[in-house]
T-cell receptor, first 113, second 114 residues
Framework: DAGVIQSPRHEVTEMGQEVTLRCKPISGHDYLFWYRQTMMRGLELLIYFNNNVPIDDSGMPEDRFSAKMPNASFSTLKIQPSEPRDSAVYFC???????????FGPGTRLTVT | AQKITQTQPGMFVQEKEAVTLDCTYDTSDPSYGLFWYKQPSSGEMIFLIYQGSYDQQNATEGRYSLNFQKARKSANLVISASQLGDSAMYFCAMREGTGNQFYFGTGTSLTVIP
């Protein structure tokens, strides 16, 4: 299996621009998670999906962040407009069951200038 | 209160020696799962080992073992025969009850010295 795939691996954008991060979970996994990692705050869960349905988005920092999962093999995390404080590594993870170990993608390193 | 506490920001170990990375957790739910992940400098998060709250024996995976002390609410990771490639950040995580959210600790940076 190819594992969780994320794109792009690196993104540099200017403040105010829209950013879209993409994730392809492991085939057959029913749960998909989006995390953000910063030095200050560590790993934070932003949102997770079960069978393409958002279950808990309480970690989404504000309305500038949105996530979708139009089908079982694709999810996006969008930031519009982006701000410098959004600079972080964004991870996507998937798991077979909700309480199973999560498999992480390689992450997207986002820099907003 | 923190759900997961890792009190060692950095640890050093001599190659081929064993090292213990500490993790304590906080939950009132009798059912939970404990996980350890490794994050090398390349950035990916690698699942290492899992311990369920009802598991009678400590989990082991190759050179990794989990020293699970339920009464103390600790789930320390033991790495035996350390290798240079073990140098990385290590994160302890907990899944509470039947919930799907993971709580991660702040991590411990391990450096293996040749």
């Amino acid at each position: 299996d190819a594992g969780v795939i994320q794109s792009p691996r690196h993104e540099v954008t200017e403040m105010g621009q829209e950013v879209t991060l993409r994730c392809k979970p492991i085939s057959g996994h029913d749960y998909l998670f989006w995390y953000r990692q910063t030095m200050m705050r560590g790993l934070e869960l932003l949102i997770y999906f079960n069978n393409n349905v958002p279950i808990d988005d309480s970690g989404m920092p504000e309305d500038r962040f949105s996530a979708k999962m139009p089908n079982a093999s694709f999810s996006t995390l969008k930031i519009q407009p982006s701000e410098p404080r959004d600079s972080a590594v964004y991870f996507c993870a998937s798991s077979l069951w909700g309480n199973d170990e999560q498999y992480f993608g390689p992450g997207t390193r986002l820099t907003v200038t | 209160a923190q759900k997961i506490t890792q009190t060692q920001p950095g640890m050093f170990v001599q190659e081929k020696e064993a090292v213990t990375l500490d993790c304590t957790y906080d939950t009132s739910d009798p059912s939970y799962g404990l996980f350890w992940y490794k994050q090398p400098s390349s950035g990916e998060m690698i699942f290492l080992i899992y311990q369920g709250s009802y598991d009678q024996q400590n989990a082991t995976e190759g050179r990794y073992s989990l020293n699970f002390q339920k009464a103390r609410k600790s789930a320390n990771l033991v790495i035996s025969a350390s290798q240079l490639g073990d140098s990385a950040m290590y994160f302890c995580a907990m899944r509470e009850g039947t919930g799907n959210q993971f709580y991660f600790g702040t991590g411990t940076s391990l450096t293996v010295i040749p």
